[in-house]
């Protein structure tokens, strides 16, 4: 999940590439998506049935080759979250998600894809930005991929182009003096939608605001605690990322 993702308790997730078609100028994709896991929990695995954006003429695609990695194959232009549905052989049924990013380099399998980052969004005003952005070179320097909404393409909105930011992210950090400030707000009120894990980031010995009374906060005193501040949202941000691993 360098981009929005689920995973299973049990380790299970979906992985995608893309490379582009020369013959379309750039603007049309072929992409994979297949699902991840230990061979002995790919072994449990019956069928993945994938749901794709409903503009695609089989929107709905039900793959049952083991061997694959249960994988599907397909071509496009745009962006959108594939969901999937995972029926184990005991009959249950995971749901996962996966932000489908045309950006991968090409590769011909699953073997030759690139190994997903976690990503995490940094919400903060515009008084804060000489204090945050050593904190996300650090973060950078972690494997941490980083965004914020000075760092996104503007879309058509600004609200847009933040949700779709909160989407792909996997874990939404809120930088806060006490209340919430400008888009912060707002961009908390995307992260609650979307269930995404929010670290409140309390500057100078300030309270945590209400909305973010229910999350774990990180204090951060001064620049001189970038470092601490740094490697403990990268530990929260890795748990939420890769959580079979803990």
């Not at 072929?30 to 695995?45: F, I, K, N, R, Y």
């Not at 994988?71 to 052989?89: H, K, N, P, S």
């Not at 990013?101 to 930005?129: H, N």
């Not at 605001?209 to 906060?217: E, K, T, V």
Request: glycine share 8%.
């Amino acid at each position: 999940m360098e981009e929005l993702q689920k995973i299973d308790r049990r380790g299970l997730r979906l992985q995608c590439r893309s490379k582009p078609r020369g013959d379309q100028g750039g603007e049309w994709w072929t992409w994979a998506v297949w699902l991840e896991g230990s061979p002995e929990v790919l072994d449990q695995v019956r069928s993945v049935r994938y749901a794709l954006h409903p503009t695609f003429p089989n929107p709905v695609q039900t793959v049952t080759d083991r061997s694959s990695s249960f994988r599907l194959e397909a071509q496009g232009w745009g962006e959108f979250a594939i969901g999937a549905t995972v029926t184990m052989d005991d009959g249950a049924n995971i749901p996962l998600e996966r932000w489908l990013t045309l950006d991968a380099p090409g590769g011909e399998g699953p073997e030759a894809a690139a190994p997903a980052r976690p990503r995490l969004f940094i919400s903060y005003s515009g008084l804060d930005r000489s204090l945050v952005a050593p904190l996300m070179e650090r973060l950078k320097s972690l494997g941490i991929e980083v965004t914020s909404s000075d760092t996104i393409p503007a879309l058509e909105s600004m609200a847009r182009s933040v949700g779709e930011a909160v989407q792909k992210a996997d874990v939404v950090a809120v930088v806060t003096h006490g209340e919430l400030r400008g888009w912060a707000e707002e961009e908390v009120s995307f992260a609650a939608e979307r269930g995404k894990p929010i670290i409140p980031i309390v500057v100078g010995g300030a309270t945590v605001p209400h909305a973010l009374a229910d999350f774990a906060a990180v204090p951060l005193g001064s620049e001189a605690d970038l470092d601490a501040v740094s490697d403990a949202v990268a530990a929260r941000v890795n748990d939420a990322f890769f959580p079979d691993e803990k």
